[in-house]
């Protein structure tokens, strides 16, 4: 890739991907015919932005240009076709197209001793299997990244650590989750992370919750909105959701309606949950009323 360049991967806003897109077009329409690996991998990540935003034809139509370009000696270029072709699958709620491509993304990178595309790989694995072979997968992608030599391989651990608590939450043991979270709000304290920790914070709240530790999992959660304000943040849907549901525990509902709403206005706006979630934000709704 030329020096003279605009580094693209430095551009990506994963909470805006519409934006992400947009720039990555202007990108890409500046280009000239000398820049054929550059744009081949640009347009991996063009499909990549497509379909965060759940444009997924356009996102596979963007993945076929990009292989046509793609020669036997990119060895990046090709690990990063195959993990956002998996990943448009998966998020078109395909998984068993998803699976062999990011195996074979596994495969592929461990054999160019690329960790960070292989502990990428692998994660994506232990999203689209269950339980105990999710958990396997996440082990693998730590294990890499903890002992990788590459400080951005490294940087993979805090979404692991989270991952990871989440295949324990959606097991019922808790305690695990909760360990393992309260680790990783470690690892994002020791980062002066900003968003980042305060999801680390809220997923703490969300497991003493389902611990039934409900007034820690409330003080945590109404915490967290001045956390944001002072690290001037937007405030979150979900904050105002957990609120609700505490306060909902404790026979509150008068007083837990107006935190529904909030959620309700915020989550509602969300394409996947739009897409996904129909229920849940059904349910805030009549909760706010």
Known sequence: METSLPDFDNLWDFDKPEETEKKFLDILNGLNGDNIDYKAELLTQIARSQGLQMKFDAAHNTLDKAFTLIKPDDIKIHERYLL???????SSKQPGKAKPLFLDAYKFALKNNLDYYAIDAAH??????KDNDSLRWNEIAIKIAEESKDERSKRWLGSLYNNTAWT???MGKYDDALKLFERNVVWHEERKSKKSLIIAKWSVARTLRSLNRIDEALNMQMKLIDELKE??????GYVFEEIGECLLLQNKADEAKSYFNSAYEMLSKDIWLQSNEKE???RLKKLSE
């Open 168 to 170: 324990f939450h959606d």
């Open 231 to 236: 690290m001037e943040l937007e405030q979150d």
């Open 84 to 90: 956002e072709r998996g990943r448009v699958f998966n």
């Open 280 to 282: 849940r934000l059904e």
């Open 124 to 129: 994506m694995m232990a999203i689209v299997e």
